[in-house]
């Protein structure tokens, strides 16, 4: 429903959209089109057919679809392998092509990060147990702040860390796809540094069980440095279960300061990064080094949509070589916002000088 929801910004400025309903997600698609779409469009005086529901299979259907001459634009959700082959197929047909594809994004706790609201932006990881695109899936944090954030973050995790069947208000947990994606990076980190909570399978009340179809919210402590010696799946590949590590920079602020952009500059994706500091030097460092980034989100949630600026968007394997944002009233470059809800006047100012913004 997440991705259907683009289709409104595609129809504000006078698109028709074909919504393709996922396999075992057809009713709630079509729910939106159908029910309220639908009925809106008519008050309107618009013809309902202006968004249609198909429910085919994604390749089948984009097959079908891509070579038709009323088709101008392809908008694909999907993982980077398909988006790469989607791609093609547009550019033979000459369509545009608009990629969300895949997000394994960074959150950075500098050493005066506002260390409680930090922590509940990294707490937004264990969302549909990490699944989802736009959450933290690793945090990068200063040596002075370290014990002091990682006891505070183990402390939140029981509040998120219940199935989405035991607890149906409140419950984060949802049954994982690959299991054993989960268990080769468990392994992973467990010889390279210490599992904190987690670490095991279970079945949906909680209860361990080696064969069981959710994963434990799981937290794994590591030194920058392992991080660079050891090629990691949970940062080479987009991270879809719940396994947060949590990463110890030690040295001087310039030495962490680089250490940390060398971390993300070497990430295969580009989605957003979060920076939590009061330092607007250290965030117009970070926005100018660290490479293409769809968002930079300062001392904000991680996972909120912008008020302002398109929540999708970034270059690599997040949307390929043109990183385009999917808001279609505007086009965009591969950092397309940055964005500072909570940044008061001189701090906005302080940040404009350090960028050498003109204005």
Known sequence: LIQAASMFSMMLVGNAVIVRAPVGNERGVQFLVQELLHPALQRAGLPPDVATVVTMRARPALTALIPSPDIDTIVFFGNYRVGREVAEQAHRHQKKIVLELEGSDHLVVWKDADL???????????????????????????????????????????????????DRERGMLVPLLHPEGYLAALE???????????????????????????????????????????????????????????????????????????????????????????????????????????????????????????????????????????????????LQSIVGAHLDEEQIEALLDALGCIR
């Open 116 to 166: 409680p609201r930090a922590v509940q932006s990294a707490s937004r990881a264990w969302m549909a147990s990490t699944q989802a695109c736009a959450v933290p899936k690793h945090v990068l944090v200063h040596g002075e702040i370290f014990d002091r954030f990682l006891g505070a973050y183990l402390e939140e995790v029981p509040r998120h860390a219940r199935t989405v069947v035991s």
């Open 188 to 334: 992973q980190m467990r010889e390279l540094g210490q599992i904190h909570c987690g670490g095991h399978l279970m079945d949906a009340d909680g209860t361990p069980n080696p064969t069981g179809s959710f994963a434990a919210a799981t937290v794994a402590s590591l030194s920058a440095v392992a991080t660079f010696e050891h090629p990691l799946l949970s940062f080479d590949e987009e991270i879809s279960f719940p396994l947060i590590p949590v990463v110890r920079f030690d040295g001087n602020d310039d030495q962490i300061a680089d250490h940390m952009i060398e971390l993300i500059r070497a990430s295969r994706f580009g989605l957003r990064l979060s920076v939590w500091t009061r330092d607007m030097a250290l965030l117009a460092r970070v926005v100018r080094e660290a490479g293409s980034v769809g968002l930079v989100l300062c001392n904000d949630d991680h996972a909120r949509s912008p008020s302002y600026a398109s929540p999708w968007g970034g270059p690599r394997r997040s949307g390929g070589p043109r990183g385009e944002s999917h808001l279609f009233w505007e086009q965009t470059s591969h």
